[in-house]
């Protein structure tokens, strides 16, 4: 069993930054693909960014490439989003998924057979 615990959300004003973290337990954590996805109120869950086994193989959404950073530490078997430039229209509370087949198309949410429990974003206009 796979545990995602995520940690550095919070209220920041719009242009400012936050570094959200994932901390994964599991023995081949560096096998895995590593996914941040996002739900806003009253919206679908979006894919945000991907890492499959190093910075070499990141993917992004379009409206986050250029402000959204995904990177992972495999001797902390811990992924990171840093997010610059945030606009109010990302809040939202945002989840680390884990991916156990990281062949498989890593911008779709179904792929992932674990997540954490989310940690909100907000910002402020």
């Known amino acids: 069993q796979v545990q995602l615990v995520e940690s550095g959300g919070g209220l920041v004003q719009a242009g400012g930054s936050l570094r959200l973290s994932c901390a994964t337990s599991g023995r081949t954590f560096s096998s895995y693909a590593m996914g941040w996805f996002r739900q806003a109120p009253g919206k679908e869950r979006e894919f945000v960014a991907a890492i499959r086994w190093s910075a070499d193989n990141t993917y992004y959404a379009d409206s986050m490439k250029g402000r959204f950073t995904i990177s992972r530490d495999n001797a902390k078997n811990t992924v990171y989003l840093q997010m610059n430039s945030l606009k109010p229209e990302d809040t939202a509370v945002y989840y680390c998924?884990?991916?156990?087949?990281?062949?498989?198309?890593?911008?779709?949410?179904?792929?992932?057979?674990?997540w954490g429990q989310g940690t909100q974003v907000t910002v402020s206009s």
């Open positions: 998924a884990a991916s156990t087949n990281p062949y498989r198309n890593v911008r779709q949410g179904e792929q992932y057979s674990y």
